[in-house]
């Protein structure tokens, strides 16, 4: 069975400082383009125009950043409102958001862990079934990296695949995240991946962290992509095929051309993976993770 994606091959996050290092790009170098909806909706003049140059030839997808979805506040409509305006501005072809709350009566300017219960998992559902049938749209949820579980009664795995399940909604597979809680909470990251839903997932991230201790790594997006992660990645398309994969970096932006060799590394992966199951994507492809 081929899932049908909302993009394809490999993809860049467009961030403001790029607009003109970017310029040159083609879908031939880069498949599809990601945003932050909230720091593009109200922007004008120069930014606003050279924005509108690069949605004109590149799909783009929104990974949203204030939405919130496990907070106790009531749903920000009027983000909302905007967001799906943008969407619609700019053919923006999929919105997905963090499995996480950044707000408490005020905005906390950071993504907090939402406490794996059973009372989360329906709390969290419901917002994001609400979040659905305001854009009239499946929403995809990002598996976040996180350093603290309070009040944890469930697995990571066993949460997010709960909420998945009960809100109906998409998977945005983080694998750089599923790597640094592999550390952070000591699992097995190749275990924690076959036993996500890679059948609800859009698309696919992949970035670099910094490696604070030994024990400890920190989720930052300003670093270059290390092996394990790639491994992982590699793993994810062996279980089930080739997934739209987009690279993030938020600082410490290198050039271009060197920006431009992880997208390349991404394509590569692609490629191999699309070789080896002779061009065909299945779900049901056996992967032997123990050779791997």
């Known amino acids: 069975?081929?899932?049908?994606?909302?993009?394809?091959?490999?993809?860049?996050?467009?961030?403001?400082?790029?607009?003109?290092?970017?310029?040159?790009?083609?879908?031939?170098?880069?498949?599809?383009?990601?945003?932050?909806?909230?720091?593009?909706?109200?922007?004008?003049?120069?930014?606003?125009?050279?924005?509108?140059?690069?949605?004109?030839?590149?799909?783009?997808v929104c990974h949203g950043l204030s939405l919130s979805i496990g907070s106790a506040d009531p749903l920000d409509l009027d983000l909302l409102s905007n967001i799906k305006r943008f969407m619609q501005d700019h053919n923006i072809r999929q919105y997905t958001e963090h499995l996480s709350y950044c707000s408490d009566h005020g905005h906390l300017y950071d993504l907090m862990p939402i406490p794996f219960t059973e009372e989360a998992v329906r709390h969290v559902a419901n917002r994001i079934q609400q979040v659905q049938d305001f854009l009239g749209q499946r929403i995809a949820m990002e598996n976040v990296s996180y350093y603290c579980a309070p009040q944890q009664e469930?697995?990571?795995?066993?949460?997010?695949?709960?909420?998945?399940?009960?809100?109906?909604?998409?998977?945005?597979?983080?694998?750089?995240n599923i790597y640094v809680n592999s550390i952070n909470h000591r699992y097995d990251p190749f275990e924690f991946l076959t036993q996500l839903p890679l059948e609800k997932t859009v698309y696919v991230h992949i970035a670099g962290h910094f490696e604070e201790a030994e024990d400890l790594r920190v989720?930052?997006?300003?670093?270059?992509?290390?092996?394990?992660?790639w491994k992982i990645l590699q793993v994810a398309y062996q279980r089930f095929g080739v997934m739209p994969t987009l690279l993030e970096r938020d600082f410490n932006i290198p050039a271009t051309q060197e920006l431009m060799l992880e997208v390349k590394q991404i394509q590569q992966l692609q490629d191999e993976a699309k070789t080896l199951s002779g061009g065909r994507d299945s779900m049901?492809?056996?992967s032997d993770l123990s050779k791997v």
Request: proline share 4%; hydrophobic share 45%.
């Open 219 to 229: 989720d930052t997006h300003g670093a270059n992509v290390i092996a394990p992660v």
């Open 154 to 176: 469930m697995s990571e795995i066993d949460f997010i695949n709960a909420v998945l399940a009960e809100a109906d909604c998409d998977l945005l597979l983080d694998v750089n």
């Open 1 to 60: 069975m081929k899932r049908s994606y909302p993009v394809d091959g490999a993809g860049l996050g467009l961030r403001r400082s790029m607009l003109d290092d970017l310029q040159s790009l083609t879908v031939d170098d880069v498949q599809f383009m990601e945003v932050a909806p909230e720091n593009w909706i109200h922007l004008g003049g120069r930014f606003a125009k050279k924005f509108r140059e690069y949605t004109e030839r590149f799909p783009f």
């Open 284 to 286: 049901n492809a056996d």
